[in-house]
């Protein structure tokens, strides 16, 4: 594998969040603190190795930024304050801009007037589509219907699916990961377990509160996405459906509203250096989970029709969540992170294979 040196490699993970990498002097305390490492997938002190040395393709081919779940006890233990918990955020948040194969993600993470003008455009856009529609509360409403549908279709197969293989190549071809077929099939089903329950929260102190009100969210969340877009929960008079709804609906506002709140507060390790992009993806959630509820709400208690904006608002909001904040913003770390898990289990299982070998 190529052992490139980027001698601004520092410089430019400084860009995607807060650190001082030079302040640690390797004492490796951060790595026996972290209740998540384990043979085979030991970090934080080789990133920041990685890092101090600019090798870049080292740390391109690491999937242990991702098993990081920012608990903090690292960095509330580092002796010289060397913020290991948010540089392995910043590495994170560097890795889904290399991923990405559009540039976008990058452009977003470093540019605020960038990020703020994508949005401003889809919400001239949405307009526009209201505008030549006339404002025709059914037509309307199934364009927003169509749309939820085709964005989740193209921006998976265009842009997320080609940005999870270039991260298959970069840490499992690239690095020439040999594991075996039966270690590829045990990988499918790590992903879906950590995709859904990210169940490895609790292996951090005291951060089952925490993983309680994510798991609640990304339920939410993948509940209020099938119930509005395979089972049209706007246009359904399904009391079933309906009733489902207001649950995701509610579940989504209210957790990502606690989450909002502790991100406000700074209370926990996790939440104390905030960057724009965790800002919009934390509000968006929010106001997607809200105004999805209020709008089945002015349906069922007939106001919608004299109050047609509040849809107008809620397609505006969704249409920026799908085509940025999801493909090129935060929410991709939760594809990624899962994805991470399953390759780190190949990794591990080509590990086992080579000591048997040795042995
Ligand atoms: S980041 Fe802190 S705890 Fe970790 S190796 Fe460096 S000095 Fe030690
Ligand atoms: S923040 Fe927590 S999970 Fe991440 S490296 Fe530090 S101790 Fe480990």
């Known amino acids: 594998m190529s052992t490139r040196v980027n001698p601004n490699l ?26 998540l490492t384990e043979e085979g997938v030991l970090f934080p002190r080789k990133e920041i190795r990685a890092l101090q040395m600019g090798l870049e393709d080292k740390l391109i081919s690491g999937v242990e930024p991702w098993v990081c779940y920012y608990c903090g006890d690292c960095t509330e233990t580092c002796p010289r304050d060397a913020n290991p918990g948010e540089l392995m955020m910043s590495v994170r948040r560097w890795l889904t801009t290399k991923y990405d194969w559009t540039g976008l993600a990058g452009l977003f993470y470093k540019s605020l007037p960038a990020l703020i003008i994508g949005f401003i455009l889809v919400a001239i856009g949405v307009f526009a589509i209201g505008f030549v529609k006339d404002f025709n509360h059914e037509a309307v409403m199934h364009f927003g219907h169509k749309l939820e549908f085709w964005l989740i279709i193209s921006v998976f197969t265009l842009i997320l699916v080609p940005n999870i293989l270039r991260m298959f190549y970069f840490t499992v071809i690239k690095p020439k990961v040999n594991a075996s077929f039966r270690s590829y099939i045990d990988a499918v089903g790590t992903l879906f377990l950590h995709m859904f329950t990210q169940i490895k929260t609790l292996k951090c102190d005291k951060q089952t509160v925490r993983w309680l009100e994510h798991l609640l969210v990304v339920l939410g969340y993948l509940g209020l996405l099938v119930i509005t877009v395979f089972l049209d929960w706007f246009g359904t008079e399904n009391k079933i459906i309906i009733y489902l709804g207001y649950i995701t609906g509610g579940l989504v506002f209210i957790f990502t509203a606690l989450l909002l709140f502790s991100r406000l507060n700074k209370e926990r390790e996790v939440n104390k250096y905030s960057q724009p992009t965790d800002w919009f993806f934390i509000i968006w959630l929010f106001l997607m989970g809200l105004t999805a509820f209020l709008v089945r709400l002015f349906i069922d208690t007939g106001l919608l029709a004299n109050h047609f904006w509040l849809y107008m608002v809620h397609l505006m909001i969704l249409a920026q969540w799908g085509i940025l904040i999801v493909p090129f913003g935060k929410w991709t770390h939760f594809l990624y992170r899962s ?7 190949l990794k591990k299982a080509a590990l086992n294979v080579k000591v048997a070998a040795a042995a």
């Open 10 to 35: 520092i410089k430019e993970i400084k860009k995607f969040g807060a650190s001082d990498w030079n302040a640690c002097f390797h004492c490796g305390n951060c790595t026996a603190v972290c209740n």
């Open 339 to 345: 994805f991470a898990l399953s390759f780190a289990n």
